[in-house]
């Protein structure tokens, strides 16, 4: 069983920044596949970012890509989302997801784990 637990979240103006975490719970963190997806109301929950259990390989969505960085550190058994160049389409809940397969996809059924979601909203 994993648990994660998202935090970071809140109000912003457009082009603000934010930093997501995402902390998880178990001893072989190093070995899962994280990622970001968001979910804005009456939208599906689409993929934002990925990172594989090293670190090595990322994957964004192409509406963040050069403004969103996804990292981790798996001494602390965290994933972390820096947003900059915030805009108001980019508000959602974000959630942590964890493929225990370490399946580094955009697709949410690769992910077995999910965060209960921070909100960010963008302001114009």
């Known amino acids: 069983q994993v648990q994660l637990v998202e935090s970071g979240g809140g109000l912003v103006q457009a082009g603000g920044s934010l930093r997501l975490s995402c902390a998880a719970s178990?001893?072989?963190?190093?070995?899962?596949?994280m990622g970001w997806f968001r979910q804005a109301p009456e939208k599906e929950r689409v993929f934002v970012a990925g990172?594989?259990?090293?670190?090595?390989?990322?994957y964004y969505a192409d509406s963040v890509k050069g403004r969103f960085t996804i990292s981790r550190d798996n001494a602390k058994n965290t994933v972390y989302l820096q947003m900059n160049s915030l805009k108001p389409e980019d508000t959602a809940v974000y959630y942590c997801?964890?493929?225990?397969?370490?399946?580094?996809?955009?697709?949410?059924?690769?992910?077995?784990?999910w965060g209960q979601g921070t909100q960010v909203t963008v302001s114009s």
């Open positions: 990172i594989n259990g090293n670190g090595g390989t990322t």
């Open positions: 178990g001893r072989t963190f190093g070995s899962y596949a």
């Open positions: 997801a964890a493929s225990t397969y370490n399946l580094l996809s955009y697709i949410r059924e690769a992910y077995n784990y």
